[in-house]
């Protein structure tokens, strides 16, 4: 599991349960399952019909990236692996890497040497993956929105679900002793919706942003330090150019 993922949900939910109990309230009193079907059921029937099924069910492939070990990109081994390259480049020719494409594990990184070697000019294989990149952003992008969207319906469908409970509530007032109970519950699906907005779709959102940017910014290095191998950069000059994306991450 990713630690900081896990802390934040267990953290979370934690805070409600405590703070529940700190107020002598009943923490099952908030499980209220009419309350659930009406704000988790409303908003993935929104979320369904604001995007298409394929759209939906690649955002919950995606959770594995929020929940379990995502490793930040191996810019030293990397940029190690570029530079020994370059070297190679620049005495026997650009063909001589083609043996060392099997040692490279990053499939971009491979695929883009590969684009390098067949001939490709370099303004074009720039263009070309910068499409790619432009392409995968938008992929990728799309299932965070799916997630923001989710958590955008959410708190609006507790709300709805509130009403609902207090239509009920105001069908039975000729029962006072009820009334107290009765509004109590019609208010744990608000609790339900901004819950599940602010503590677990919002934050999902945002995570899956910030991976998605780490991973374009080791991207777009790929690109830069093959375009310098092309071109026939200085290797000194090559490495010192991608240490600043280290920095730049690091910072």
Do not use: W
């Amino acid at each position: 599991m990713e630690k900081a993922s896990l802390i934040g949900l267990m953290l979370g939910a934690s805070a409600l349960v405590g703070g529940t109990l700190l107020e002598g309230g009943d923490v099952a009193f908030i499980l209220q399952p009419a309350a659930a079907v009406i704000v988790f059921g409303g908003t993935l029937g929104a979320t369904l019909l604001s995007f298409t099924l394929r759209d939906v069910l690649f955002a919950l492939g995606s959770l594995k990236e929020v929940f379990l070990k995502n490793e930040d990109p191996p810019y030293a081994d990397c940029i190690e692996q570029i530079i020994s390259l370059a070297h190679l480049s620049r005495k026997k020719g650009l063909v001589a890497i083609e043996p060392r494409l099997v040692d490279i594990e990053d499939p971009f990184f491979r695929k883009t040497l590969s684009l390098a070697i067949d001939g490709i000019s370099p303004k074009l294989l720039r263009e070309t993956l910068e499409e790619e990149n432009a392409t995968f952003e938008d992929v990728r992008l799309r299932q965070s929105r799916v997630f923001e969207t989710a958590g955008g319906f959410a708190p609006t469908i507790g709300i709805i679900g509130a009403v609902i409970g207090l239509i009920h509530v105001m069908q039975n007032l000729s029962e006072p002793a009820s009334l107290g109970q009765g509004i109590a519950v019609a208010f744990v699906a608000t609790v339900y919706g901004v819950g599940a907005a602010n503590l677990l779709l919002l934050p999902i959102s945002k995570k899956l942003k910030n991976n998605l940017m780490k991973e374009l910014k080791f991207r777009t290095m790929i690109v830069e330090a093959v375009v310098g191998i092309q071109s026939g950069v200085n290797p000194h000059y090559l490495k010192e150019k991608l240490l600043a994306f280290v920095e730049k991450e690091e910072s």
